[in-house]
């Protein structure tokens, strides 16, 4: 698929990845490795950590690598540390692809405040906060920036649930619809050479449904009805990072 695509401008850059271990972005991760990228998973736990390493062992030999990197973006401190380390070993990082997100099911009116809580934490605490230091990298090292959100068909428009299931989910992927269009302006005020993008995928046969307690989307529905797989959002993301510089990408990447 991508012959005909130049991608020398991509090697030796340093591209920070969240939730890197597994689904989307382990994907991402690795075809982003192999196209010479320096890659810095970030992951919340050790076993996430180890998960990252143990992949990479099994992708044979590229010119690019995998740093795993043990960070909660949900947590301030994490992402700080995190930071500081890419800005000592790389002068800071070219390319930030916020994919680190979780659901919970439940209604924002009647869930458990705690499932509420933690997906504003990771997925809105922890994208803005995590951008703001990946920003704060970008003009330290003088670069060309560029930052890709992985968003959701959610982001844009109420999925056709027979009942709703993951509200709050919901919510925090239109929060990252409407950052995303708030940052093109801030760059542009401020004269930031950043470039943001967003990758809206519909559904995705990974596991952050199973995480998030939904049971109908299990794989008899996957077996069943068109979707998206990993490598078609990682691919998408290459095309992002490839695309001519003046090109602002948002990118709606449907199942049907």
Not at 27 to 41: F, N, P, R
Not at 65 to 75: A, F, G, R, T, Y
Not at 219 to 248: C, M, W, Y
């Amino acid at each position: 698929m991508f012959r005909y695509l130049n991608m020398d401008h991509l090697k030796n850059k340093v591209v920070v990845i969240t939730g890197a271990a597994h689904g989307i972005g382990a994907q991402i991760a690795e075809d982003l490795v192999k196209i010479g990228m320096t890659v810095i998973g970030f992951e919340p736990t050790e076993d996430k950590v180890e998960e990252m390493l143990n992949k990479m062992n099994s992708w044979g030999s590229f010119d690019g690598q995998l740093i795993p990197c043990k960070c909660d973006v949900s947590k301030e401190e994490d992402l700080k540390n995190a930071f500081e380390g890419v800005v000592a070993a790389y002068g800071g990082t070219d390319v930030l692809i916020n994919n680190a997100a979780i659901g919970k099911e439940g209604l924002i009116s009647t869930g458990i405040i705690k499932d509420l809580i933690d997906v504003v934490d990771t997925n809105i605490y922890g994208l803005i906060t995590c951008t703001r230091y990946a920003i704060n990298s970008m003009v330290k090292k003088d670069v060309l920036g560029h930052i890709i959100n992985i968003n959701s068909i959610c982001g844009h428009y109420m999925p056709p649930f027979a009942e709703p299931k993951i509200n709050m989910y919901i919510a925090s992927k239109r929060t990252m619809t409407v950052l995303n269009t708030l940052l093109k302006n801030e760059f542009q005020l401020l004269n930031r050479k950043i470039k943001v993008s967003s990758i809206s995928p519909g559904i995705v046969r990974t596991g952050i449904f199973k995480t998030a307690g939904i049971s109908f989307l299990d794989e008899e529905f996957f077996e069943k009805n068109p979707h998206l797989t990993v490598k078609d959002v990682s691919n998408v993301v290459i095309l992002v990072l490839t695309a001519p510089r003046g090109i602002q990408s948002g990118v709606a990447t449907n199942s049907y």
